[in-house]
């Protein structure tokens, strides 16, 4: 490690595109990322669009390891003022500490904004793993001890990186989400085919119910999606976004920037009704998997929801040859209709000991109650017992 150089810089053109993306998704050398949302592309156009950046509670502050003078690793990360387009909660630690006299919040985040998507977090060069990772993680601790921050935190990270966290003197977190797996489905009948009776019956219906709101539904794709459609669906997402968190964390020059930049890695399920848009749905496209991202709408129509975030995406996926759907976070109400629930892994480290080691307990009584809630929802799960689906998934 003695020639390993650290920095911290505010902007990711400093890095620039080649040396981040030979770190974030050498894969794309010889066809799409395994997810778009750690590529330089995904990440500049949240700095260039105002998305992230001063005012925002997200003030950018990547990581890099140098070695010989060549980027071997990067990390994206933030200085967070709130807890807030993280979807790993931690508000409860933030009370405990400020109750007792410390100050939470600035923190370090290393995650993507705005994304609860499982993906590699520190971003190593080929053949720099290693010293890559533990270099990363002994710059995010030097940044937060310099600060005078609380904490460091990844989120959303890979189950190998989670492995290595106790060797690293990082803090284990386990969450769930609810995710489908296509099991060699030939179209979404296949699919129904696995599920009980009752549950198979129970999405008939709602297909049915959807379909009759009044107009019809469209795919887009890449160059097919226009302006108007990205004005129609910023509208829905402003919506949604002002009910849920109060303010969108969005700006519409994202969606435009992030459409230029990632082409046919977007898709758009829309719904109009004459001349009129009424809702729809945001995805993107990795390598074997599509993530549903946002929703929204202009008018309330049953089961709309369901037919655009969870439905139309098992058809994509189905159609595309796509192994699974990642439809978000949280909710139970995916179990029945498909999506199984599926573990997300996060490390963390308290810049106190004595706070790191109440979270510490705090996380192992977390672990096996999240452990626990994981096998008996699928225990329960949609599928008939004689399929083998939940097997498959777990």
Request: negative net charge; charged residues 20%; proline residues 4%.
């Amino acid at each position: 490690m003695s020639d390993v150089e650290l920095a911290v810089v505010g902007e990711i053109a400093a890095i620039g595109r080649d040396d981040w993306n030979a770190c974030a998704c050498p894969e794309m050398a010889d066809g799409p990322p395994i997810d778009p949302f750690t590529t330089y592309e995904f990440l500049a156009a949240l700095e260039t669009s105002g998305s992230v950046g001063q005012g925002t509670g997200w003030v950018p502050r990547y990581v890099i390891a140098r070695q010989g003078g060549q980027v071997i690793a990067v990390m994206p990360s933030y200085a967070k003022g709130h807890s807030q387009g993280e979807y790993i909660f931690d508000h409860n630690w933030g009370h405990a500490l400020e109750a007792a006299g410390g100050r939470y919040y600035p923190k370090l985040q290393t995650a993507v904004p705005f994304t609860p998507v499982t993906g590699r977090r520190f971003l190593c060069r080929a053949g720099y793993q290693e010293i890559g990772q533990i270099a990363l993680i002994q710059g995010a601790k030097a940044v937060v001890e310099q600060q005078g921050w609380s904490s460091f935190h990844a989120t959303f990270c890979t189950e190998a990186e989670y492995n290595m966290a106790p060797n690293a003197g990082v803090l284990q977190r386990i969450g769930q989400q609810f995710h489908w797996h296509n099991a060699g489905y030939q179209d979404f009948d296949g699919f129904l085919a696995a599920l009980s009776s009752r549950k198979r019956k129970n999405i008939r219906k709602e297909r049915i119910a959807a379909q009759g709101f009044g107009g019809d539904i469209v795919t887009l794709c890449g160059a097919e999606i226009l302006p108007e459609h990205w004005d129609a669906f910023w509208h829905f997402y402003q919506d949604t976004g002002a009910r849920k968190w109060g303010t969108p964390y969005l700006t519409r020059e994202f969606f435009t920037q992030v459409h230029a930049a990632l082409g046919d890695q977007v898709v758009l399920f829309l719904c109009r009704r004459g001349d009129k848009w009424v809702a729809g749905a945001l995805n993107f496209v990795g390598r074997d998997t599509l993530f549903g991202r946002y929703w929204g709408c202009s008018e309330h129509h049953p089961c709309l929801h369901f037919e655009l975030c969870y439905y139309r995406a098992i058809d994509f996926a189905i159609a595309h040859g796509l192994s699974r759907v990642e439809a978000g976070a949280q909710g139970e109400h995916k179990l029945a209709r498909g999506y199984l629930p599926s573990p997300v892994y996060s490390v963390h480290w308290m810049a106190d000991a004595g706070f790191g080691s109440a979270v510490e307990h705090y996380l192992e009584a977390e672990r096996d109650a999240v452990g626990e809630d994981i096998e008996v929802m699928t225990s329960y799960g949609p599928f008939r017992r004689d399929t083998g689906a939940i097997a498959e998934t777990e």
